[in-house]
């Protein structure tokens, strides 16, 4: 479950830290897990496949990664959240200004990504795809902020 936790966060903004957010062995966040695990009637696959550190491609699976998104305030409503989004790489970037503007440049380009997309679940697995995708084309690198 710990992989998980590290793959929602890497999909969050792959910069964001669990301890921002809340803590990575916190009742809460084990609950919000369970909690979407529940609600998304994901599997043991789906499961095997977040401790991979793989998107998912089930519809179960992305359902839970909504889930956790909408619990972390990246999606709201069912909705990209993008004033959520940046409110989280704000505060993980606050002392390094190139950093942000990079996560800024990721932000905007998921938005586009995502706004004609009404489903909760493709949201969220275009969200994941589409953080991976920028963090590239604005050389934002990935930082393992957690040794989990």
Do not use: W
Not at 64 to 76: E, P, Q, V
Not at 123 to 147: D, E, F, G
């Amino acid at each position: 479950m710990v992989y998980l936790l590290e793959f929602v966060i890497f999909s969050l903004a792959l910069t964001a830290s669990i301890p921002q957010i809340m803590a990575a062995d916190s009742p809460d966040m084990l609950a919000v897990f369970n909690k979407c695990r529940e609600e998304a009637g994901a599997t043991e696959d789906d499961i095997k496949n977040f401790r991979a550190q793989q998107i998912p491609s089930t519809t179960t699976g992305k359902c839970m990664l909504a889930c956790m998104f909408n619990h972390s305030g990246l999606m709201k409503d069912d909705k990209y959240n993008s004033e959520g989004a940046l409110k989280l790489v704000s505060q993980v970037f606050a002392d390094n200004p190139v950093n942000l503007g990079k996560a800024k440049q990721l932000i905007n380009g998921c938005t586009d990504e995502v706004k004609n997309e009404n489903d909760k679940c493709e949201i969220a697995s275009k969200i994941a795809h589409c953080t991976v995708k920028m963090t590239s084309v604005v050389s934002l690198l990935r930082r393992k902020v957690l040794l989990i």
